[in-house]
C-alpha cells in the first residue's frame, strides 16, 4: 500500500484528534470515530484530569500540525515542583536550569477541541460522533460500527484503520486476534480522586497558591498534586492505595476524611469550600500500564497513544508521548515519501521501546514525586546534576530534562539514565554538598562513560 485514499481513526481523544489533523493537513481522507458526545454541544461527565502537563515532545507535534500558536493562550507555565509539608511549609524546586525549561498545564478539554475543529474546518476530515468500533474484518477490509443514538451498528470499506481509542481499544483486541500479539494490562495498586481549589475572592490574585508551579504534598506512600488553571482554579489529585492503611477503603466516613486530611494536607483542606461534598462525590479513577508487543497488522491496522501503550500520569508524559506518536509517523511518512507499507512496520520498530521505558520511568516517578522529592540525598543529587549539565552540555542531561524539555528517544533516555544515576551516587558517597564535589573525577566519569547526546532534527 502506497498512499491511501481513505483512512479511519478510532477515537477523537487528545492523540486521535491529533492525529486527524496531520493527516489531513498531509492530504489524506479522515474519518474519526468517537464513541462519546461531541465535548464542543455538550457537557462531559467528569473523572478524567481537567488539565494536563504539556512538554517538548507535544509541543514539537503541535507545531508539526502548525496549531502552537493558537494553543498557547491556553498555556500556563510550570516552573517547577512547590513542596507542601505536614506544617504547610512550602519549598520551590525548579524542573531545570534554563528559563525555557518549564512545563505548562493545559486544559484536556479546551485543546481537544481546538484540535478537532480545525481538522474539521481545514480540512477533509470527518468526526463521527456516538459511534464506536464493534468489530473489525481484516480479511474483507470492513470496520463494523456501533451507532450509540439510534442502536444500530452499520460499517465502512477501510484501507488503514488507526487505533486511537484509549487503554480498552477495540482496534487493539481485533488487531491481537490477528496477528498474534500480546497485551498486558497492570493496574497499579494507588487509585485516584479528583478535588479542586476555587478562584480567589479577594481582589489580590485569582489564583490561591503560587501560579506557576505544579503544587505537590508528598507523604511518602501517597501523595496530592495541584495543577493551575486558567479561571484562577486549581484541579487537585489524590493518589493514595485503594486498600491499606491509608487508603480509599478506610476513608468512609467524614470523619475519617476530615482526621486524614487535617493531619496530611490541612493547607490544601483550608481552601477547599466544598471539601465533603467533592470527596464523597467524585468517582474513584483507576491507575493502570499497557504494554503491547504487537501495535500493527500488515499494512492495514496501527494503534497509537493509550491504546498501545497507556501509562501511569507521574511523569506528565502520557498526552506528550501520544504526540510524539503523531510526529514521528508523520516523520516517517516524509522519510519513506509516504509509502505505509515501509512506514508501518518502521514505526513499530522504534516506538515500542521508547513507550516501554516510559512506563518504567513513568512508575519509577511516582516514588520520587510521593517520597524522594523530599529527600536531603535526592536534592544533593539534583543540584549536582545540574552542575555536571552546565559543565558537560552535550554529555550530561539529568534524566527528568530529557523526559521534559528534550526529544531524545525514551529508550536512549533511560538508558542514558541508569548510567548517570550510577555516576552520581559515586559523586555523592560521603559528601553533603554540591560545593564538595570532586571536580576531576566528576569529569573523569563523565567523559569516560557517556557518549556526546545526539538530538533529534
Not at 269 to 286: M, V
Request: aromatic content about 8%.
Amino acid at each position: 500500500m502506497k498512499k491511501p485514499h481513505h483512512i479511519i481513526i478510532a477515537g477523537a481523544g487528545l492523540v486521535g484528534s491529533l492525529l486527524a489533523l496531520m493527516l489531513g493537513r498531509r492530504g489524506y481522507r479522515v474519518t474519526v470515530l468517537e464513541r462519546r458526545a461531541d465535548m464542543r454541544r455538550v457537557e462531559m461527565p467528569g473523572g478524567r484530569s481537567i488539565n494536563l502537563a504539556l512538554a517538548e515532545r507535544g509541543m514539537h507535534g503541535l507545531k508539526m500540525a502548525e496549531l502552537m500558536g493558537d494553543v498557547e493562550s491556553l498555556l500556563i507555565p510550570m516552573r517547577g515542583r512547590m513542596l507542601h509539608d505536614r506544617q504547610g511549609n512550602l519549598e520551590f524546586s525548579p524542573y531545570g536550569q534554563r528559563p525555557h525549561e518549564v512545563i505548562y498545564s493545559v486544559s484536556r478539554g479546551e485543546l481537544n477541541k481546538l484540535m478537532m475543529t480545525a481538522a474539521e474546518t481545514h480540512f477533509d476530515v470527518d468526526v463521527l460522533f456516538n459511534q464506536s468500533v464493534e468489530k473489525v474484518d481484516f480479511e474483507n477490509n470492513r470496520v463494523f460500527i456501533k451507532d450509540h443514538v439510534c442502536d444500530k451498528t452499520t460499517s465502512l470499506e477501510f484501507e488503514l484503520i488507526i487505533g486511537a481509542d484509549g487503554v480498552g481499544s477495540e482496534v487493539r483486541t481485533a488487531l491481537l486476534e490477528v496477528n498474534g500479539g500480546h497485551c498486558s494490562i497492570d493496574m497499579l495498586d494507588h487509585d485516584y480522586k479528583e478535588l479542586s481549589i476555587p478562584p480567589s475572592n479577594s481582589g489580590e490574585s485569582l489564583w490561591q497558591m503560587e501560579r506557576e508551579a505544579l503544587h505537590i504534598w508528598p507523604r511518602g506512600g501517597y501523595m496530592l498534586i495541584a495543577l493551575p488553571n486558567l479561571d484562577g482554579s486549581f484541579t487537585v489529585t489524590l493518589f493514595l492505595p485503594g486498600k491499606g492503611v491509608p487508603s480509599f477503603e478506610l476513608i468512609d466516613e467524614p470523619h475519617e476524611l476530615e482526621q486524614f486530611f487535617d493531619e496530611q494536607f490541612a493547607d490544601a483542606k483550608a481552601l477547599i469550600p466544598n471539601f465533603q461534598e467533592e470527596y464523597f462525590g467524585n468517582p474513584i479513577g483507576e491507575l493502570g500500564t499497557v504494554r503491547c508487543d504487537r501495535w500493527i497488522y500488515q499494512d492495514k491496522a496501527m494503534i497509537v497513544g493509550d491504546a498501545a501503550h497507556g501509562i501511569v500520569p507521574f511523569h506528565g508524559q502520557g498526552m506528550n508521548a501520544g504526540f510524539e506518536d503523531c510526529s514521528e509517523l508523520c516523520r516517517l511518512l516524509d522519510e519513506h515519501d509516504d509509502d505505509w507499507s515501509a512506514v508501518i512496520p518502521e514505526f513499530e520498530r522504534i516506538r515500542i521501546p521508547s513507550a516501554n521505558a516510559i512506563a518504567d520511568m513513568a512508575l519509577e516517578n511516582y516514588i520520587t514525586m510521593r517520597d524522594s522529592v523530599m529527600d536531603e540525598k535526592f536534592q544533593l543529587k539534583k543540584e549536582i546534576g545540574f552542575e555536571l549539565e552546565r559543565s558537560f552540555p552535550d554529555l550530561f542531561i539529568p534524566r527528568y530534562s530529557m523526559v521534559m524539555f528534550h526529544r531524545i528517544p525514551y529508550a536512549e533516555v533511560y538508558a542514558r539514565g541508569v548510567i548517570q544515576d550510577e555516576m552520581l551516587n559515586q559523586l555523592c558517597a560521603g559528601i553533603n554538598s554540591a560545593s564538595e564535589l570532586d571536580a576531576e573525577r566528576a569529569a573523569e566519569l563523565v567523559t569516560s562513560r557517556l557518549e556526546p547526546v545526539v538530538q533529534p532534527a
